[in-house]
């Protein structure tokens, strides 16, 4: 059984820093598309960062710069390390496998996690 277990999420001062984290259960991350998604209030799901199984990373340009996505194979987890966080950053973060081809759009990954919270108070 596949299961995404995300944490790490709080409530940070703008210009403050917070690490997720996404460990994997039933699935090797080594080998799958890992992405983190968000959704803030009344605003739909949106990518932030993707790490592909050749290690490349992708980013939304709004997280550009600030936002580092990362794995640690050993401990089938994926990290998103965020910096320099804004108030516009507050939103339910999730973790997701990529599970169809094409655009990294919600419906193209699935195993989504519970999600966690972030709030960046401004």
């Known amino acids: 059984q596949v299961r995404l277990v995300e944490s790490g999420g709080g409530l940070v001062q703008a210009g403050g820093s917070l690490r997720l984290s996404c460990a994997a259960f039933g699935l090797t991350i080594s080998i799958n598309t890992m992405g983190w998604f968000r959704q803030a209030p009344g605003k739909q799901r949106e990518l932030v960062a993707k790490?592909?199984?050749?290690?490349?990373?992708n980013y939304a340009d709004s997280v550009k710069g600030r936002f580092t996505i990362s794995r640690d194979n050993a401990k089938n987890t994926v990290y998103l390390q965020m910096n320099s966080l804004k108030a516009e950053d507050t939103a339910v973060y999730y973790c997701a496998t990529k599970v169809r081809p094409g655009g990294d759009v919600p419906s193209n990954y699935n195993y989504w996690g519970q999600g966690t919270q972030v709030t960046v108070s401004s």
């Open positions: 790490i592909s199984s050749d290690g490349n990373p």
